[in-house]
């Protein structure tokens, strides 16, 4: 019954093929919003949960605005007021499990506490029982995600003691030559690996 949260695999590796949704601006020109296979499979799992959750409430949810410029660590905020979800596309493309099986319900059961219960905890009693009885799952707060993209990226560097990363901010000081570091331990200048 609760198959759809399986979604087909796709590895992160696998080429975005855009897919382009035309719509009408005010002023009737044409705009084109891009949006990737991943961003297309989330709105079809929104799309799905929510009439999941209308099946178990027998009523009806208004749909919520998605967006995908969500950035930092943060992989889904959802927006109670505005009726609006948004995703950290970074995360999704190499998270897209998680996404569907966590990240999606988890969001969408704090649209739907609001639409049933107004203003609640954000985790509390109303949404852990949404996560539990609607989504069958365990109402943990954080998703197993992978950041380690977006924590920041790291260079490999070495001195004597063997490797060691430096921060991009450390790197790119080395490349424009305003400094040189040295390993505390034996002394030596860090060079950069290739
Ligand atoms: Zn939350
Ligand atoms: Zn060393």
């Given at each position: ?17 855009p ?18 296979n ?28 998605i ?16 009726n ?7 995360l ?20 739907i ?7 609640v ?54 490349v ?13 200048e ?5």
């Amino acid at each position: 019954m609760f198959n759809f949260f399986r979604s087909p695999k796709v590895p992160p590796s696998a080429p975005i093929k855009p897919d382009s949704a035309k719509k009408l601006t005010s002023k009737g020109s044409i705009k084109i919003i891009k949006q990737t296979n991943e961003q297309i499979q989330i709105i079809e799992r929104i799309e799905q949960a929510y009439c999941l959750a209308e099946a178990f409430f027998n009523r009806s949810f208004t749909r919520p605005e998605i967006g995908f410029k969500l950035r930092g660590k943060s992989a889904g905020t959802a927006h109670l007021q505005e009726n609006r979800l948004r995703f950290n596309p970074v995360l999704l493309t190499e998270n897209i499990e998680i996404f569907h099986q966590e990240v999606v319900p988890h969001e969408i059961c704090h649209l739907i506490a609001y639409q049933l219960y107004g203003r609640v905890k954000p985790h509390g009693r109303e949404w852990q029982g949404l996560m539990a009885q609607v989504f069958k799952l365990k109402p943990s707060t954080t998703h197993s995600l992978n950041v380690s993209s977006v924590k920041g990226k790291s260079f490999s560097y070495s001195c004597g003691c063997g490797p060691i990363s430096l921060t991009i901010r450390r790197h790119n000081k080395v490349v424009r030559g305003e400094t040189k570091y040295r390993c505390r331990r034996c002394k030596q200048e860090l060079t950069k690996e290739n």
